[in-house]
């Protein structure tokens, strides 16, 4: 079964520094990737994706997310986080099939002003 | 804009009670999905649906059951409720791409459901 580890699980930061939220998963095969938002009190969203072709995709809000395939890893930044960056994350697995999806355990991200 | 409406945002039952959760859909999406959203474990997948009347097991399907009778409409139901069901309950819907390849998922706004 796929398994999604996103090592921190909290992360603090001062405004405009830099972002690196680390996620990795087990499934060798052909995967689509999600990483999504969830600002507090807001909906899950979707920040970005990946299913094929560039392996640097770009999101919304100066995001941005690396496929490496070879480490299956799918790492999010962001060169200059702003308070409003404020959120958890989530990465996100599609494989084997049927439209299945596992999701990471999620990042707590603090921006502090 | 997608909209995923659930019938409640909060919710408490007592122990052994039979406990309905409504999502509804109105981009005419083919896929539905239930998670569960606990602390330090992320989102758990439940159920889903990719048609009417179709379902699939997730990953944690124990204790729970489903209904999709209309296409926008997917509804989770706890036969019995217990403490360890005390969570928050997300309902997601997205397109189908093809037999095996989804597409972004919409959330809805989740049923914080606490069980006595």
């Known amino acids: 079964a796929q398994s999604v580890s996103q090592h921190n699980h909290h992360v603090i930061l001062s405004e405009a520094a830099s972002l690196e939220l680390g996620c990795n998963y087990s499934y060798g095969g052909t995967v689509n990737l999600f990483w999504y938002v969830q600002y507090p009190g807001q909906h899950l969203q979707l920040l970005l994706k990946y299913f094929s072709g560039d392996p640097l995709v770009k999101g919304i809000k100066g995001f941005e997310a690396e496929f490496i395939k070879s480490k299956f890893s799918f790492n999010l930044r962001k060169p200059s986080v702003q308070w409003s960056d404020t959120a958890e994350y989530f990465c996100?697995?599609?494989?084997?099939?049927?439209?299945?999806?596992?999701f990471g355990t999620g990042t707590k991200l603090q921006v502090i002003p | 804009d997608v909209k995923v409406t659930q019938s409640s945002r909060y919710l408490v039952k007592r122990t052994g009670e039979k406990v309905f959760l409504e999502c509804v859909q109105d981009?005419?999406?083919?896929?539905m999905f239930w998670y569960r959203q606990d602390p330090g474990l992320g989102l758990r997948l439940i159920y889903f649906?990719?048609?009417?009347?179709?379902?699939e097991k997730g990953d944690i399907p124990e204790g729970y059951s489903v209904s999709r009778e209309k296409k926008e409409r997917f509804s989770l139901i706890l036969e019995s409720a217990s403490t360890n069901q005390t969570s928050m309950y997300l309902c997601?819907?997205?397109?189908?791409?093809?037999?095996?390849?989804?597409?972004?998922?919409?959330f809805g706004p989740g049923t914080r459901l606490t069980v006595l």
């Open positions: 649906s990719y048609d009417v009347k179709m379902k």
């Open positions: 981009m005419d999406h083919e896929n």
């Open positions: 997601a819907s997205s397109f189908s791409n093809g037999p095996t390849v989804g597409d972004t998922q919409y």
């Open positions: 996100a697995v599609e494989s084997g099939g049927y439209q299945k999806v596992t």
